[in-house]
Nanobody, 121 residues
């Protein structure tokens, strides 16, 4: 079955960095786009970053541009989110998702279980 397993979350201070990982199995990883999303308490899940099947294109939410970088290693079936200059507003549960298509647009077919990121000031 399809599995997406996130790791790398934690509690950090403002200005620190974290790298999230999402290792995938149960499907052909290297032909589908992947994305990172986050959900803060009492808020809706929101898009953070997405990357195409071959890393040819990536998109970011305005709130993270210049601070976060999404990447993928198709040999390891893993997508990453490098988060620098973290702010308290980045505090949320972070989820990776598999898109239905090879480009990072449209709906998510599968979700991971999430990893918590807490940033204190």
């Amino acid at each position: 079955q399809v599995q997406l397993v996130e790791s790398g979350g934690g509690s950090v201070q403002a200005g620190d960095s974290l790298r999230l990982s999402c290792t995938c199995s149960g499907y052909t990883f290297n032909i589908y786009a992947m994305g990172w999303f986050r959900q803060a308490p009492g808020k809706e899940r929101e898009f953070v970053a997405g990357i195409s099947w071959n890393s040819g294109s990536a998109d970011y939410a305005d709130s993270v541009k210049g601070r976060f970088t999404i990447s993928r290693d198709n040999a390891k079936n893993t997508v990453y989110l490098q988060m620098n200059s973290l702010k308290p507003d980045d505090t949320a549960a972070y989820f990776c998702g598999k898109y239905y298509t090879s480009n990072q647009y449209g709906a998510i077919e599968y979700w991971g279980q999430g990893t918590q990121v807490t940033v204190s000031s």
